[in-house]
């Protein structure tokens, strides 16, 4: 007599890597020397989005491009919003498409606040208003970018300490959650832990402090022996402005600084986004320290990563 199998069966969590760290710190050739063959790379990258922005956001070559398949790169025009709730939608379609071509999902980038908001899942916070977000657009264009800074300082201190004062984005929405609930943004709570409907494998790149700014330097001057400020004028002729989305990235911001100076030459703007970068990678390990769940690791201690992946049930190539 035939038996019926009673025992209650789980559904199989996605399985991914997330693989990041602060600018520069090598995460691109970590991934060539460990996924070349065995991955599909999502980008984590907030300006890697944008089409044409290839440059200075460090974009992946088309030689990487062709060996690994990478998704979410040039998918919006600079002008366009690209969120992190957009980021978590488009990845949690991409994540089982990858699983079913017999691939390990990657995700890798530095924008801690896409990260964050996928692994540990939203805050509780309002969804967006549209009516007040327009006011509040209007009101900074108004008044400016210092002053936007400056008031969410008296409403939010607590957000404002973790915001950049050029993250016009992240400054607005934190206005418009303040205005629709009455209560700050970092009142609302985010969680702690991983979310349980995945499998996320963390792991960030860490480099000690004089190691991670001359690569920095070094990667400055490159973008710029690579045609950056050719590429900033090809944005400007086709009309790129303060007010786009991507303009507001470390090494485009700066060139509307300088040209709003009028007194700048491209030894100063270099130096300038050089400066601007350190500072960035600084507020990004700050925010990836907090990550629970996470290994740190070296770049160039690939054996101990490959370990690592392994004992997490991922086979890297």
Known sequence: MMKLNTEKRTARKSKAVVLFGPTAVGKTAMTEALFSRSAEIINADSVQVYRGLDIGSAKPDEKLRKLIPHHLLDIRNPWEQYTAGDFVRDTECLI??????GKIPLVTGGTGYYIKQLVYGPSEAPACNLAIRDSV?????????????????EIDPVSQSRISENDLYRISRAIEVYRTSGKPLSSFPVSSLPRDDYDFILICLVRDKKELDERI??????????GLYDEMRRLLEKGAD???????AI???????????GETTL???????????KQYAKRQMTFFRSFANCRFFHPDDIESIRDYLIVSGICPD
């Open 137 to 153: 657009q209007k009101e900074i264009e108004e008044k400016g970018g210092s002053w936007a800074y400056r008031y969410l300082g």
């Open 267 to 277: 030894s100063l703007l270099k130096d300038d986004i050089i400066r601007s970068t």
């Open 251 to 261: 090494g485009y911001r700066e060139f509307f600084e300088a040209f709003l100076s």
């Open 217 to 226: 330097a070094l990667r400055v001057d490159m973008m710029f022996e690579e």
């Open 96 to 101: 089982p498409e990858i699983e079913k071509r």
């Open 242 to 248: 303060e007010s786009w989305p991507a303009m507001k």
